[in-house]
T-cell receptor
């Protein structure tokens, strides 16, 4: 039973292309996130949606556009891919506001390589 | 904005020894401090967390301590085992409906058998 799933697991593409990563969670959580993990392992939040509403939008280039069709899905579309976009992208979900704990459940990650 | 500093970046210990990873945070309003473990090629997973009104929390071989005045918190792993080898991330958050976590830079722990 997969809690948070992402597709694809690997994505290799040329500079300038447009690509999408999909994420789904079956935990019944209200909030979903996108993180970027660079080659130095640093985990940085990019976006967060709560019940389909954008609530966190960090300093991310406009080429990145998240979309949440419903609270169980959060997709990430990237236009005009650049070499620096190469990273592992993690989707996560949680139920913040439920007491103090905000355990975030991460997906398996999508390794994006831009050539 | 909130910033979390984590040290050391790498840590190598002998099996059975203890390991300590330290973090400092900048926003005094932070009140939730989780620790995540990420094994090679895997996803980060929560291993322990602490709230700001608690000074210490223990779960078997792992413990977390928090000094709210100094804005420091630490992860302690005792009797380390090779399967403890992973990257460990601390994080800080202000409990709210956004659930935003600010992560430290990560510590690569290697436990030598």
């Amino acid at each position: 039973d997969t809690a948070v799933s992402q597709t694809p697991k690997y994505l290799v593409t040329q500079m300038g292309n447009d690509k999408s990563i999909k994420c789904e969670q079956n935990l019944g959580h209200d909030t979903m996130y996108w993180y970027k993990q660079d080659s130095k392992k640093f985990l940085k939040i990019m976006f967060s949606y709560n019940n389909k509403e954008l609530i966190i939008n960090e300093t991310v280039p406009n080429r990145f556009s998240p979309k949440s069709p419903d609270k169980a899905h959060l997709n990430l579309h990237i236009n005009s891919l650049e070499l620096g976009d190469s990273a592992v992208y993690f989707c996560a979900s949680s139920l913040p506001g439920q007491g103090y704990r905000n355990e975030q459940f991460f997906g398996p990650g999508t390794r994006l390589t831009v050539l | 904005g909130e910033n979390v500093e984590q040290h050391p970046s790498t840590l190598s210990v002998q099996e059975g020894d203890s390991a300590v990873i330290k973090c400092t945070y900048s926003d005094s309003a932070s009140n939730y401090f989780p620790w995540y473990k990420q094994e090679l090629g895997k996803r980060p997973q929560l291993i322990i967390d602490i709230r700001s009104n608690v000074g210490e929390k223990k779960d078997q071989r792992i413990a977390v301590t928090l000094n709210k005045t100094a804005k420091h918190f630490s992860l302690h792993i005792t009797e380390t085992q090779p399967e403890d080898s992973a990257v460990y991330f601390c994080a800080a958050s202000i409990s709210s409906n956004t659930g935003k976590l600010i992560f430290g830079q990560g510590t690569t722990l290697q436990v030598k058998p």
